[in-house]
């Protein structure tokens, strides 16, 4: 019984740092309709990132954080600004073309970086906590604290700031947004900054608990697509419970049926939502 | 004529190269036409239909598999293997695109993308079929130049079979479903039943060519097989020669597989990376391909050509 609950509580953690990295792709997602393939790159450039920091220079972990999650931030606003905008009223096509092809360039420009190896940041919350009855590892509980405050914080920027009421207007209605004075370029370019940086602090917050390399992100942004796809796109709420549910899924699953099993169990479940509830579980206004 | 002239020296030159030149460029050759029939193969769901498929490789390694597994288990000669690798490619192709072109667009794009992931695994995770990441090992393949005729014979099989395809109804119709698919549906074209066609034809080319590149090989693992640099290369390949077009994936391989030569040889290393600029730059740039700016500004002439020939004959008299 015991197993059952940490099983489900792991999940719960892991699935924390999910929801911060698919409400950021969401995001940009509702702003601009483009699926953002480079979105993993994003959190493995955060995760190595914070271990070149930590490790390699001593930077205390959370200054880390937050010097990572606002280059990302920056990195994902000159993305949108340079390559993402030229094509964003095109063909669909044309900026999945652009934002895959940019997740393969950004692998192999981390590859020269850091080499191919698997990069870990041992002594950094490495102890793990009593609760309940149940041992929690420490670097699993903080992220999940961080996580949750951050996307709480996005969400709170979202709803009540005039900026994050601007980023919802243009999500919802981008002519009508357009036409009450709202410039919806710069929008987008801030909206690809949030989801950049978000991603990016996800990346941060996995960097203690699993060895990190240039090639994670693909691992990362299927499970970012299955969290979306579940919980609805465009819809930030939708993210997060289906970030949450995915966690519990994958570490339960991973346990019952074994690693490999779980990521094709995880991608069935995507593709069912797609055919049988397109809008996901709080999607709004989809079109297949 | 002119036409005839240069098809018929290219024809002959690839006949007779395996007898005058040495092994290297004999095993150039036939990448070369492994990847013009992937590239033509996926011209066909995502130049024609415009449904961006991200996980093609997916029978390009099943057909490996299949291919591999048939020889070692049932002791098929090759070519007798490799037709069996393109019937199970069909045979996934055809369930599966029923399931999958409900998605459109970026959801499509989606879908395909994790599912060669999901082969992949299964791959790994099925270790009593494929030997996980061991992988398995065929008798090495000595002489090159009878993979490298049934080769050559399927990637010119792939260019005539997308010239008919471009001079067709049914390329058209596929036209017409990119373009605007509930216009297409509206005017009366079954789209599912074309687009799940285009989908199970584009599955054939690599599920044939990935059984012959494990015999090239004489080995195979799940990231040779799943290769995502496989599906880039591709993708490159197309976009660069212009999707939807006749001769823009044969332009595309030609050109970037000498590049890859090149860059392979110097610096192996920034190799895919390169290709990633590469996609991005055309789309940016020259979003239809080289083909296509080279037919509008009038170096080369328009496409469908036995559509305009049909188009300005004269009217056959009115049967009284």
Redesign the interface.
């Known amino acids: 019984m015991r197993t059952v609950a940490e099983l489900i509580v792991n999940g719960v953690l892991l699935g924390g740092i999910y929801a911060l990295m698919a409400c950021g792709l969401n995001l940009i997602f509702g702003v601009m309709r483009v699926i953002n393939f480079a979105h993993g790159e994003f959190l493995a450039f955060g995760a190595l990132l914070s271990v070149s920091l930590v490790i390699g220079y001593g930077v205390p972990f959370l200054l880390a954080l937050v010097l990572v999650a606002a280059a990302l931030g920056a990195f994902g606003y000159l993305m949108q600004a340079m390559l993402v905008e030229r094509v964003v009223e095109g063909p669909p096509i044309m900026s999945l073309l652009l934002t895959y092809s940019a997740s393969t360039v950004f692998v192999n420009g981390g590859l020269l970086i850091w080499g191919g190896g698997y990069q870990g940041m041992p002594g950094v919350f490495s102890g793990s906590i009593p609760l309940a009855g149940m041992n929690l590892s420490q670097a699993r509980l903080v992220a999940f604290a961080i996580a949750l405050a951050l996307t709480g914080l996005v969400w709170l920027f979202l709803s009540r700031s005039m900026l994050g009421k601007a980023i919802r207007a243009v999500s919802e209605q981008a002519e009508i947004a357009t036409v009450s004075g709202i410039a919806a370029a710069r929008i987008r370019y801030l909206t690809f900054g949030l989801g950049g940086m978000m991603a990016g602090a996800a990346g941060v917050l996995l960097a203690p608990m699993f060895a990190s390399d240039p090639q994670m992100g693909a691992r990362f942004v299927i499970k970012a697509f299955t969290v979306i796809v579940v919980g609805g796109m465009g819809s930030y709420f939708g993210a997060f419970v289906g970030a949450i549910m995915i966690g519990v899924v994958e570490v339960v699953g991973g346990y019952l049926l074994g690693q490999t099993f779980a990521t094709a169990l995880l991608y069935m479940l995507m593709i069912a939502f797609l055919l049988l509830k397109p809008s996901g579980l709080l999607g709004v206004r989809v079109t297949r | 004529m002119r036409v005839w002239i240069v098809s018929g020296v290219l024809l002959a030159a690839v006949v007779v190269l395996p007898f005058v030149t040495e092994s290297y460029v004999v095993s150039f050759t036939l990448h070369l036409f492994l990847f013009v029939v992937l590239a033509y193969s996926w011209n066909i769901i995502?130049g024609y239909t415009?449904y961006?498929s991200?996980g093609h490789t997916s029978f390009f390694g099943i057909g490996a598999y299949t291919h591999t597994l048939v020889m070692l288990h049932l002791g098929l000669p090759w070519p007798l293997a490799a037709v069996g690798g393109g019937l199970l490619a069909v045979a996934v192709a055809l369930p599966l695109g029923l399931?999958?072109l409900?998605?459109?667009?970026?959801?499509f794009?989606?879908?395909m993308?994790?599912?060669a992931?999901?082969f992949e695994?299964?791959a790994?995770?099925w270790s009593d079929l494929t030997q996980g990441g061991t992988g398995l090992y065929l008798p090495p393949a000595y002489d090159l130049r009878p993979l490298y005729y049934v080769l050559a014979a399927i990637a010119l099989a792939m260019v005539v079979a997308t010239y008919r395809l471009d001079n067709s109804r049914f390329g058209l119709q596929l036209l017409a479903i990119r373009e605007d698919e509930d216009g297409a549906e509206a005017l009366g074209i079954k789209t599912t039943r074309l687009k799940v066609k285009a989908f199970v034809l584009s599955a054939i080319g690599p599920g044939v060519s990935g059984g012959l590149y494990a015999t090239y090989l004489s080995f195979i693992d799940p990231p040779t097989a799943f290769a995502?640099a496989t599906e880039?290369t591709t993708?490159?390949m197309v976009?660069f020669g212009g999707m939807g077009t006749v001769l823009g994936p044969l332009v595309g391989a030609v050109v970037l597989s000498l590049l890859y030569e090149v860059l392979w040889a110097r610096f192996p290393?920034?190799y895919?990376?390169m290709?990633?600029?590469?996609?991005?730059l055309v789309?940016?740039l020259m979003?239809r391909g080289i083909m296509t700016l080279a037919m509008r500004r009038g170096w080369l002439p328009h496409g469908r050509i036995a559509l305009r020939r049909l188009a300005a004959r004269r009217p056959a008299p009115a049967e009284a």
Request: zero cysteines; glycine letters at 20%.
């Open positions: 995502s415009g961006t991200f399931v999958m409900r998605l459109r667009g970026s959801f794009a989606i879908g993308f994790g599912l992931r999901v695994a299964v790994f995770g995502p880039l993708i490159a976009l290393q920034i895919l990376g290709v990633g600029v590469g996609i991005m789309v940016l979003p």
